[in-house]
């Protein structure tokens, strides 16, 4: 059984640990730091065979050189990209298999131009989003335009609902404080970020969310709906679905 574990590195990023029952083998996703990985690798007797990076980004990348010189993985990221040490480039539609499970490669551009998401289908299905998808909340457009990022996001909220979403960040509780004041109507918001605040002051993560959850919570995704449209036309936007994903991003921006 193929089991995902959270590697906490920097301040608030999630290097995510795939490993199988009764296999030493490992593969990581983002490793932005190296020495959170080896430490795990030594502790455990775990032997590191297979690197899925999502995007260029030093906090999702910075650890490749070392891991590559040290373990000599395959690191499978995306082919428009200017990361040097992937040996497998990948684009949209390609499949992959990791730890005995096939991933589905999915362009996610908007964060940066190269993001790519990486999907195994299954019972649940997994999810490794980077920076595209976060709990309650999308990531901040650096290189890609509000459109691209609008299309990424509905492509990724078109899952299954019980698909699990292992995002690269723990950014969950500011992005439902942001949430909150874009769907002030969404009741569920309120019981969510109490139960946010009790898991991370027990020091443990918001995630992995689900697909189900984040179309529930998420105003990213819910930009369809005439309430959260109805908060953005405060801020200008249209009441159309892409205008008001502008608008909330570039209000997220400020918040």
């Known amino acids: ?25 490992i593969a990581v996703v983002d490793p932005g730091d190296a020495a959170p990985v080896i430490e795990y690798i030594e502790r455990n007797e775990r ?28 690191i499978i990221g995306p082919a428009n990209s200017v990361i040097d040490e992937v040996t497998d480039p990948v684009s949209d539609g390609d499949t992959v ?7 589905e490669v999915l362009a996610t551009p908007g964060h940066t131009l190269d993001h790519v998401s990486f999907l195994a289908a299954g019972t649940p299905s997994l999810l490794f989003c980077g920076d595209t998808l976060f709990c309650a909340g999308c990531g901040r457009l650096f290189e890609g335009t509000s459109k691209q990022m609008f299309s990424s996001l509905k492509r990724l909220g078109s899952l299954g609902d019980d698909t699990l979403v292992f995002a ?8 439902v404080a942001f949430a909150r004041a874009a769907d002030p109507d969404n009741t569920a918001l309120e019981a969510f970020e109490k139960a946010c605040e ?16 984040e179309k529930t919570l998420n105003p990213f995704l819910r930009t369809d709906r005439p309430d959260v449209q109805a908060t953005a036309s405060t801020q200008g936007a249209a009441d159309d679905a892409l205008s008001t994903f502008t608008t909330l991003r570039s209000w997220k921006d400020r918040f």
Do not use: C
Request: hydrophobic share 30%; glycine share 8%.
């Open 97 to 103: 298999r990791v730890m005995g499970r096939a991933f």
């Open 1 to 25: 059984m193929l089991t995902v574990k959270p590697l906490p590195a920097f301040q608030d990023n999630y290097i995510w640990i795939l490993q199988q029952d009764n296999d030493p083998q």
């Open 168 to 175: 690269g960040h723990e950014y969950t509780q500011a992005n």
């Open 47 to 74: 032997v590191l065979t297979t690197i899925l990076v999502t995007h260029h980004h030093k906090d999702h990348t910075g650890g490749l050189k070392e891991l590559a010189e040290r373990f000599n993985p395959r």
């Open 198 to 213: 009790r898991e991370r002051s027990l020091g443990r993560p918001t995630l992995p969310s689900t697909i189900g959850r």
